[in-house]
């Protein structure tokens, strides 16, 4: 594996693959690499001739008070982790390799942007999608992956994708779990002991809503309101967002019936945001969501 910081190294080790015809896939991250991350990076190889894996902490989809300069960082051990999966390229600029001069350019897709998980952290979409376009205009990838626990972005990105027919099929992957179910997520680090054991409320609050489901509630801001007050019964935890939603669009849903809805939950522990969703439903819509890891 190879490992670049300016675009123009990784363009010019990519440009001979396209004029042979292989195809390019890429696997955006912000580092700190978790088995989540490997998923990707192995649907990645078995779908692509050519693996471009990218290690960027994007200061645009930071707001001020957020983590930016603690985000958890060690590109040495990245690095073993995507060469051992055969990772062709990792591309990890820095700050000024990727904007050498302040951002006029925005790329946003307002709407879906402000809501969820937007609603808490104002401008955070926005810079998701511009460094998501950045990316694809460096590494012009035939295919993406992301990760559906990030499930608000990876929508976001499919419809940015579509509106400016951005020439990627954006691929989405099941999240991957530790084993009481909680997400793997960069930001588990951050969790004191007490705050990680509390943590496993969160899948357990998405079992509950689909055993509320199953027993028949149909009425979505019910079952949103019996969610919550699942979760506040774990002290550490702070829902953010409880959010019942159509799966394609993210358009609000009152009615739990027919078609699948999405559950969206977006809990803090202390200073810590975690993400997790499901789809609720008709069995035989849902993805293969609930991945365990030993
Ligand atoms: N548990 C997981 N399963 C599958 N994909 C994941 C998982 N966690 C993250 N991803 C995906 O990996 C990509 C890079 O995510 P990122 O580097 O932000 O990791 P993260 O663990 O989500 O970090 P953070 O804790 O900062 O949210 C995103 O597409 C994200 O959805
Ligand atoms: C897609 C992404 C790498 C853009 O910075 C980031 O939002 C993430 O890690 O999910
Ligand atoms: N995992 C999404 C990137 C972020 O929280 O900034």
Known sequence: MQTFTTIAELRA????????????????TMGYLHVGHME?????????DIVVATIFVNPLQFGAN???????????????MLEAEGVHY??????KDMYPQP??????????????????RPG???GVATVVTKLFNIAGPDRAYFGEKDFQQLTIIRRMVADLAQPVEVIGVPTVREADGLACSSRNVYLSPQERAAAAIVPRALDEAERLVAAGETDA?????????????EALAEPEVVAVRDPQTLADVTTIGEKPVLLLLFVRFGSTKLLDNRVLGPKNAMPEHAKKVA
């Open 66 to 80: 957020e983590d930016l300069s603690r985000y958890p960082r060690d590109l040495a051990r990245d690095q073993a």
């Open 13 to 28: 080790a990519l440009a001979p693959h396209r004029l042979d015809g292989r195809t390019i896939g890429l696997v955006p």
């Open 103 to 120: 951002m006029e350019t925005v790329v946003d897709v307002p709407k879906l942007g402000a809501e969820l998980e937007g609603s808490v």
């Open 90 to 95: 990792l591309f990890a600029p820095g700050v």
């Open 221 to 233: 801001r019910k079952l949103e309101a019996a969610v919550r007050a699942f979760i506040q019964g």
């Open 124 to 126: 955070h979409f926005a």
């Open 40 to 48: 990707l990076v192995r649907r990645a190889r078995a779908d692509n």
